[in-house]
C-alpha cells in the first residue's frame, strides 16, 4: 500500500443536511414546510451570499461586506413529496415569497409557483388536494426547529459562526468553497475589487 491510506469520507451532521433547489418556471409540489424559515438583509460578496452582519440581530460584529448591496432574502426549509425520497430542501425567495410563507406553520403543506422569467418571484400557496396521512405523520416527525446550522455551514464565515457559539464545519466539497476573509477582497496589487 502507497504512503497516503485512505480515509473514511466524512458524514454530516443531519442538521447540515439540507440542499439548495432552484425552482424552476411552473407550478410545483406537494412541499412540506421543514422547519421555520429565515429571512434578512444579505450583501453578494463574490457572487456568494451573505448576511448583513450591522442587521442580523444578536450579533454584534462588524459587518465586512457593507460596501455591497443589500438585498432581502429569505430561505425556505422543505420536503418534496412528489418524490420518493424526502430530500432536505431548501428554496430561496425576496419579500414576496416571505410574506407568503409567513402564513404557513412547521408541517404544512404548500405548492411553489413561479413565472417564466428568471427574475419572476418564487410564491407559495396552499396545497388543495389530499395528501396520505401516514406520509405527513412520518414526514412532520422529521422537521426540525432551527435551519441555523445550515446557514452558518452555508455561509462558511467562521467569526459569524463562532459569535453564535455554534460548531465551525468546513465546507467538505473543498475548502475554495469558503468565503474569503473581507481583507482578502482585494486583487493582487491591493486594490479594492469593484463592488
Not at 39 to 47: D, F, I, R, S
Not at 56 to 66: Q, S
Not at 99 to 112: E, P, S, T
Not at 116 to 134: A, F, K, M, Q, Y
Request: proline content about 10%.
Amino acid at each position: 500500500m502507497g504512503i497516503l491510506q485512505p480515509s473514511e469520507p466524512q458524514e454530516l451532521p443531519e442538521d447540515l443536511k439540507f440542499h439548495y433547489s432552484p425552482i424552476k418556471a411552473g407550478i410545483h409540489g406537494p412541499f412540506m414546510l421543514a422547519a421555520p424559515p429565515w429571512a434578512g438583509e444579505c450583501h453578494h460578496p463574490l457572487k456568494k451570499t451573505m448576511p448583513c452582519l450591522a442587521l442580523l440581530k444578536g450579533c454584534t460584529l462588524p459587518c465586512p461586506w457593507c460596501r455591497y448591496k443589500r438585498q432581502f432574502q429569505c430561505y425556505v426549509p422543505y420536503f418534496d413529496l412528489s418524490i420518493s425520497k424526502r430530500y432536505k430542501l431548501v428554496l430561496t425567495g425576496g419579500k414576496k415569497t416571505w410574506a407568503d410563507v409567513k402564513g404557513l406553520n412547521v408541517g404544512d403543506i404548500f405548492r411553489v409557483t413561479r413565472g417564466t422569467l428568471e427574475r419572476d418571484t418564487v410564491r407559495l400557496h396552499g396545497w388543495p388536494e389530499s395528501v396520505d396521512p401516514n406520509m405527513l405523520r412520518v414526514m412532520r416527525a422529521r422537521c426540525i426547529s432551527d435551519i441555523s446550522p445550515y446557514l452558518f455551514h452555508l455561509w462558511q464565515y467562521r467569526p459569524l459562526t463562532e459569535h453564535f457559539r455554534q460548531k465551525y464545519r468546513p465546507s467538505l466539497r473543498t475548502q475554495s468553497n469558503a468565503v474569503p476573509h473581507p481583507d482578502a477582497l482585494t486583487d493582487d496589487d491591493g486594490n479594492e475589487l469593484p463592488q
